[in-house]
């Protein structure tokens, strides 16, 4: 039997079937989280996203028009959650004292490289942190997720003409703040 | 492509995320162009450094926790769902303001219906009101209800028995009865005043 379409999974949810709301969890919980973990860097946050924004499609599916795709619009709901998220953290990091970095055992690397990874990944993240808004949502979307720019433009509800511009000012912005924050080490 | 630059399309073309036919005429025009080539080998650069980034994977099992957590919670939604009823939040503050008013209301008047004594002005009213016949008990209470009263009032020559609100005072209850029982069975207000004139020297028991 084929896996029912998303249009199809909707409609009967729409019906009173719960079964099917449950489907488009499994089906879409990895894209959220992967998509909401590369804005907010963090599994914590990531996770309090996925559980916002099903809790959100959970409650909007019942009027749900498919106008847009199913795909399409979860990815704009978490692109904006992951925004705000964003936007919550600047705030907070703005009262914030003292901030600590852990590090993780990955349980392969010698200490040395422990560091110089975590060193790296931290400034990657910063990197791709201090990019602008829109700049870092066309980079996640195109970079990680590889979507077509006309989807892009319709999850950001802008036209694709600048995406590319953004994406490319994205990638040289990154490449900046590197290459700064390499010639600053020590 | 050969006369204008393609720094728009080179993450693309690095990637290899561009058709054939656009791949093509960009590695053309790199061929020719040293600006671009140059743009090209940077941002080759950053998506290696970034290639390098690997996130951590979530823990084990997340993913199969996430289901029963969303529908605990949309469950729990569900059954607060009311509160969420734009009409309820509409008249949410009038209700409350209602609310608040009435149960003031309730407060004020029971107070008022379980207060065990009546005022120094209530005292006063009654004196007026009821004025008929009987004389004071004893002599303590005619001074003290006729010390109670505005001066022109006393000049009635007030006599007669004086019951205020039967259950809660009574004059004749206080018939007597020592000065100590008198206070007890005057508020805390009526004490004062009391005490006030007193010390002022237009009341003396």
């Known amino acids: ?186 | 492509m050969q006369t204008q630059h393609v720094h728009n399309l080179l993450p693309d073309f690095v990637n290899k995320t561009l058709d054939n036919a656009l791949h093509h005429e960009v590695s053309e025009h790199l061929d020719a162009c040293p600006e671009c080539r140059a743009e090209a080998e940077r941002v080759g650069e950053v998506f290696r450094s970034i290639q390098s980034l690997q996130f951590e994977q979530p823990p084990v099992g997340y993913f199969s926790n996430v289901l029963p957590r969303i529908r605990e919670r949309a469950e729990h939604d569900e059954r607060f769902a009311w509160l969420k009823n734009p009409l309820l939040v509409k008249f949410a503050a009038p209700l409350a303001a209602v609310f608040v008013l009435v149960s003031l209301a309730n407060l004020v008047s029971f107070d008022q219906s379980s207060e065990e004594y009546i005022t120094y002005d209530d005292v006063a009213d009654v004196l007026v009101r009821q004025t008929e016949g009987q004389p004071f008990a004893n002599d303590q209470v005619e001074l003290f209800a006729a010390s109670a009263l505005p001066e022109e009032t006393v000049e009635h020559q007030i006599t007669g028995l004086l019951v205020a609100n039967g259950d809660t005072f009574s004059f004749d209850d206080l018939a007597g009865t020592s000065t100590d029982l008198l206070l007890e069975n005057l508020s805390e207000q009526e004490v004062e005043a009391l005490l006030q004139r007193l010390e002022e020297g237009s009341l003396s028991l």
């Open chain 1, 1 to 186: 039997m084929s896996p029912s379409s998303d249009v199809e999974l909707i409609q009967r949810f729409q019906q009173g079937e719960e079964a099917a709301f449950n489907e488009l969890v499994r089906r879409y919980q990895e894209k959220v989280y992967w998509l909401a973990r590369r804005f907010v860097n963090d599994h914590d946050n990531a996770d309090d996203i996925v559980q916002d924004v099903f809790i959100k499609a959970y409650d909007a599916l019942k009027n749900f028009r498919n106008e847009s795709g199913f795909y399409t619009w979860i990815y704009r709901i978490t692109v904006n959650a992951s925004l705000n998220a964003v936007r919550r953290e600047r705030v907070r990091n703005f009262f914030r004292i003292d901030e600590q970095f852990e590090y993780e055992d990955t349980g392969t690397e010698s200490p040395t490289e422990k560091v110089e990874l975590q060193e790296q990944r931290a400034l990657i993240e910063k990197a791709i942190e201090t990019l602008p808004e829109k700049q870092k949502a066309v980079f996640i979307l195109r970079y990680y997720d590889e979507l077509p720019y006309e989807e892009i433009a319709n999850i950001l509800k802008t036209s694709v003409g600048g995406l590319k511009a953004n994406y490319f000012h994205a990638v040289q912005k990154i490449g900046e703040y590197l290459k700064r924050a390499n010639a600053t080490r020590p």
